[in-house]
């Protein structure tokens, strides 16, 4: 089992960029897939980014592709979102999540962390 605690989210203009964390404690971090996910209110909790166990294979979503960036540094057990030109579109909670399977598109993740939320102001 992983335990995973997200940090980095805030409140950011319209344009403006921020990077949130996701730390994992626990099992060991290499044997998970990772992944970003948001949910805004009222919409369904959407998949934006995967990174493979090495961090050697990246997944994104087309609304986020070319503007978030997803990287784990192993050593620190930990996995990023990179977001730049973000829009109040963007404006969700945000979650890590952690599974063992290698497949990166899929939206079936076994463990989540407790979100941190994101606002993008116009």
């Known amino acids: 089992q992983v335990q995973l605690v997200e940090s980095g989210g805030g409140l950011v203009q319209a344009g403006g960029s921020l990077r949130l964390s996701c730390a994992a404690s626990g099992r060991t971090f290499t044997s998970y897939t990772m992944g970003w996910f948001r949910q805004a209110p009222g919409k369904e909790r959407e998949l934006l980014a995967a990174i493979s166990k090495s961090g050697g294979t990246t997944y994104y979503a087309d609304s986020v592709k070319g503007r978030f960036t997803i990287s784990r540094d192993n050593a620190k057990n930990t996995v990023y979102l990179q977001m730049n030109s973000l829009e109040p579109e963007d404006t969700a909670a945000y979650s890590c999540?952690?599974?063992?399977?290698?497949?990166?598109?899929?939206?079936?993740?076994?463990?989540w962390g407790q979100g941190t939320q994101v606002t993008v102001s116009s």
């Open positions: 999540a952690a599974k063992s399977s290698i497949v990166l598109s899929n939206r079936e993740y076994a463990y």
